[in-house]
């Protein structure tokens, strides 16, 4: 019954329009560009900034990688990000999360220029999208699985989405964006504190689980039919894999899959559709400098 929703052959698409829209603005004098700040040296995180930097090239995107290690204060932190605000050649900047603990993110975030924020993580950025004003950042990975719910030609009107997480980087966006004017859903938002987890989500016609738990989602709790985004990326032990580990998400797929009329794998789901929207961003962001 179940269809694989490819979120790597619709980031492929994704990155295909980037390549045009790159070329469009060298064309018109820009060259777009993207700073992504590590602070540290979080195994995980330096995969991701490292493919960000590398799909920038695949693009012809300038991309500038600050690797800062683990001691950097607040001060040195903000420094960067004030010289990358006024930096004419950058039009994204991002600061990889989660920062070591003696950082205060918030304050990071706010330092960013909005105009640049191509994550959607500050406060201007945060109300436009609840306010449903155009003129800002969607976070990445929402903005990814609305994508992919789009390709999958899943209808959002209507339909009841529970969204499990109500993290600022995906649960919160994620429920705004299904219940904003045009997706039209009725969106349920559970967290750690949700009574009846398997109850509510039995209710769902769209599942999108962004928790940070190895298959906490059960085919019990996925009624037939139903449409299941899995956001989760979770590094678990495996001695079968060289790397002594294999990445799963937050739903039991292979218990879950043969269920839903449509579900993203993990990994080849979700993560490829952030690094594409985060290039989508950055050009938007470019183009608004013309
Ligand atoms: N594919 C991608 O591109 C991305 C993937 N991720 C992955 O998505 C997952 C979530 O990320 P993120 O939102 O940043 O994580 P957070 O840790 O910030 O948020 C997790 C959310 O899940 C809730 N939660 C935790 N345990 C339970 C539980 N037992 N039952 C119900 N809800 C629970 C928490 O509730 P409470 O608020 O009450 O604490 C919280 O709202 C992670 O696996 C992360 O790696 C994240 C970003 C991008
Ligand atoms: N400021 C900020 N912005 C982010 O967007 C951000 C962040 N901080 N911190 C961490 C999370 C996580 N995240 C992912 C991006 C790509 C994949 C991805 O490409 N995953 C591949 C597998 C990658 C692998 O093999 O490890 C896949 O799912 O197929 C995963 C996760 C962005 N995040």
């Not at 980031?11 to 790159?22: F, G, M, N, T």
């Not at 930097?53 to 300038?62: D, M, P, S």
């Not at 991309?63 to 950058?90: F, G, Y």
């Not at 738990?213 to 037939?224: I, L, N, T």
Request: a negative charge.
């Amino acid at each position: 019954m179940s269809k694989i929703i490819d979120g790597k052959a619709v980031a492929a698409a994704v990155l295909e329009e980037c390549r045009k829209e790159v070329e469009e603005l060298k064309s018109r004098g820009v060259t777009p560009g993207l700073a992504v700040v590590l602070v540290g040296s979080d195994p995980a995180s330096k995969v991701y900034v490292g493919s960000k930097a590398r799909t920038c090239a695949e693009l012809g995107i300038h991309s500038e990688k600050i690797e800062m290690p683990a001691e950097t204060t607040q001060e040195e932190l903000l420094a960067v990000v004030a010289r990358l605000n006024a930096d004419p050649a950058i039009h994204g900047i991002l600061v990889q999360s989660p920062p070591p603990p003696h950082i205060d993110e918030a304050a990071v975030v706010r330092a960013i220029d909005p105009a640049k924020d191509v994550d959607g993580f500050h406060p201007e950025n945060v109300a436009k999208l609840a306010l449903e004003d155009q003129t800002g950042f969607v976070p990445c990975t929402p903005a990814g699985c609305m994508r992919l719910l789009k390709e999958a030609g899943v209808e959002t009107k209507g339909a009841n989405a529970v969204v499990i997480g109500r993290s600022m980087i995906v649960g919160k966006p994620m429920a705004l964006l299904l219940m904003a004017k045009g997706s039209d859903a009725t969106v349920t938002v559970a967290h750690s504190r949700s009574k009846d987890l398997p109850g509510i989500c039995r209710q769902a016609d769209i599942v999108v689980a962004a928790v940070g738990r190895p298959e906490m989602v059960k085919a019990d709790w996925v009624k037939d039919g139903a449409v299941v985004i899995d956001v989760g990326i979770n590094r678990v032990e495996d001695a079968s894999k060289k790397s002594g580990y294999r990445l799963t998400g937050d739903v039991d797929y292979e218990e879950v899959a043969p269920k839903c009329a449509a579900i993203t794998p993990v990994p080849g789901g979700v993560g490829p559709m952030t690094i594409a929207m985060l290039m989508k961003n950055t050009l938007i962001s470019a183009r608004r400098t013309l």
